[in-house]
């Protein structure tokens, strides 16, 4: 940028003064376009402009030749807008001439220009992909030793031939940091257009034998170089003539150093063939200190094996070519000398007889396991609750219980027993139990996957019968009773039951009681609900006979009171509470409560 700031005139000179600055002005909006384009033919405009400047601020009184000097810049370098164009320049004929032409394809050409296209001394800027291209120019087409800037950032130097860079030595320069001399092996063949792409360049461009010095005894290089990527997956450092560190890939082969793994394991120490060798250490993700020794092909065979938290015991004993527990050994908790597994191990695993332990205080363990393991998992043993008292007691899979079996609440109380599969009741050929946790028995029979399944008894937490019969699944299905939690223990329903709920068919009838042992209601029944053509429901004094649909009226009904010895029919209703409203209207029920909610019927067996 360049101070135009105004410059305090004699009083004979501030008649001009305002035409100098208007002189400026337009002078300004003509060069400003080649503020940044170090080209000789077009330079000389600037440099022209940048004069004017300096002899205002210091030699004003020659205002007379800074006005000429404007005023042939003005007439030289005209500004023309046109069909999405903009030229800036000396243009005759048209579109031919020294200056600069950007096309609405976001695309600008500076220097001499023939019929819009570059022919010697030019440049080339894509707005797109912020690219510059600097040279001779021959239709376009950059011809012998040229430039190419991308971003701003680094610059290539090499040896162009219609438009197109040759194979060859180049050089690149870094912009934006010290610059360094890097020297190269370039292979590539692009046309113009495709050299300002920077992706298509990055992709198709290939150097190799790259190197550069980082310091005055520190040698870079690399097979291949990959331009945009600051830090290459593959280079040698040397220092003093002797080999440092080599990287293949992005990983450490050989030197002192560290390798990240893929998941964010670090290994630090000394690399032969890509495999620490020597001492080290392994380092977990949160840069918590693992394993620190010797280390054999990435293998640690003598040393320490760490908690997360340093200097603090995990492991002891035998191990194998993983650093895992193998053969008689013990494992802690992160508090040093609280045992959390002892016996044998193998692989890591407690394989064989062993204890497993649960962590109580700072002071304190309880044993939660004990018995014989494979693979990590109790087979054949006890199970603990941290309270001390048994959990679980026979053989074992994966899944919990196998086979012969108990279970216990935390209190000591037996919670289920009898034969289990996969850690849950499963007996066909004899009968299990399952009991609350104050020693009731609360389910009885045959069960299938946790569930009663067949014969079966289920009682209430007070030990009363609740439900008895054919069970499917842990509900009641096929013939079977329940019965009410009231002090008589009184039968509630009976019949055939489906998922838990009276569902019968003719000629089977099934019954619903109340609490003192009247009937509520008989017939078929759905889902539970009187669904039957001669059914029968009793509330109060009052009994109602005839078709029902899921509980409703539903056809001829007719209703019978008790007390009165009243009778009422119709045939023509679909509700019991539109029949019952009928059955008021016409004297024979007598009751405001139209429904037939009920503690008791007149009705028993």
């Known amino acids: 940028m360049f101070n135009t700031a105004s410059t305090v005139f004699t009083s004979d000179q501030q008649a001009n003064s305002s035409e100098l600055q208007e002189l400026l002005q337009k002078a300004r909006e003509r060069v400003q376009y080649f503020f940044d384009i170090n080209l000789d033919i077009i330079s000389e405009w600037v440099n022209k402009y940048k004069q004017c400047l300096d002899q205002m601020k210091q030699n004003p009184q020659q205002i007379q030749d800074i006005q000429s000097t404007l005023q042939n810049l003005i007439r030289n370098i005209e500004i023309i807008k046109t069909e999405g164009m903009l030229l800036v320049g000396n243009f005759k004929p048209w579109m031919s001439g020294i200056g600069m032409i950007s096309f609405p394809f976001r695309y600008t050409i500076y220097g001499k220009i023939t019929f819009g296209i570059l022919n010697g001394q030019g440049v080339i800027k894509t707005n797109t992909y912020n690219t510059k291209i600097i040279g001779n120019f021959n239709k376009n087409k950059l011809q012998g030793q040229g430039t190419i800037i991308f971003n701003n950032e680094y610059q290539i130097d090499g040896l162009f031939d219609k438009g197109k860079i040759k194979s060859g030595p180049i050089q690149i320069k870094m912009l934006n940091q010290q610059q360094k001399e890097i020297q190269a092996q370039l292979n590539i063949d692009l046309d113009l257009n495709e050299l300002s792409d920077q992706q298509q360049f990055r992709k198709k461009m290939n150097l190799s034998n790259f190197s550069f010095k980082q310091s005055d005894n520190i040698i870079y290089k690399a097979p291949q170089f990959v331009l945009g990527q600051r830090q290459q997956s593959s280079y040698t450092l040397y220092l003093n003539g002797e080999l440092q560190q080599e990287y293949r890939n992005g990983i450490l082969q050989n030197g002192v150093g560290q390798v ?112 014989n393991f494979e693979n990590g998992i109790l087979i054949l043993g006890t199970k603990f609750y941290q309270n001390g008292r048994i959990q679980e007691k026979g053989r074992f899979n994966s899944q919990g219980l196998q086979g012969e079996g108990e279970r216990r609440h935390q209190n000591g109380y037996i919670q289920e027993y009898g034969i289990f599969l996969d850690g849950k009741l499963h007996s066909k050929d004899e009968k299990s139990g399952r009991a609350n946790d104050n020693g009731v028995i609360i389910e009885i029979g ?61 000629p089977n009838i099934s019954y619903q009681y109340y609490q003192d042992g009247s009937i509520k209601s008989y017939g078929m029944f759905s889902n539970g609900l009187l669904t039957t053509t001669d059914g029968a429901l009793y509330f109060n004094e009052y009994e109602m ?40 209207k016409a004297g024979v029920y007598t009751s405001t409560q139209f429904n037939t909610n009920a503690q008791k019927s007149y009705k028993r067996l």
């Open 260 to 371: 990240i793994t893929s998941n964010n394991i670090q290994l630090n120490g000394r690399f032969i063939d890509g495999l620490l060798n020597g001492p080290g250490q392994l380092i977990d993700r949160n840069n918590n200190l693992l394993l620190d020794g010797e280390f054999y092909n990435n293998i640690m065979s003598q040393g320490k094996k760490y908690h997360l938290e340093p200097q603090i015991l995990l492991e002891e004993g035998q191990f194998n070519e993983q650093t895992q527990l193998s053969g008689d050994g013990k494992r802690y908790f992160n508090i040093a000398g609280l045992i959390k597994e002892k016996g044998r191990f193998v692989n890591g695993q407690l394989h064989g007889e062993g204890i497993r332990y649960y962590q109580i205080n700072e002071q304190q363990i309880q044993i939660m396991e004990k018995g």
């Open 446 to 506: 045959y069960f299938l996957n946790g569930q009663l399944e067949g014969q079966g008894e289920r009682y209430h937490p007070n030990g009363k019968k609740k439900e008895i019969g054919m069970f499917s699944n842990g509900q009641l299905n096929g013939d079977g009773k329940k019965y009410y939690d009231n002090e008589e223990n009184s039968l509630e329903e009976e019949g055939l039951f489906q998922n838990g709920k009276l569902d019968s068919r003719n």
């Open 545 to 584: 006979k005839g078709v029902f649909q899921n509980g409703q009226v539903n056809g001829t009904m007719r209703l019978f009171n008790s007390r009165t010895e009243g009778r009422f029919e119709r045939n023509d209703i679909q509700s019991n509470e539109e029949f019952l409203r009928a059955a008021n």
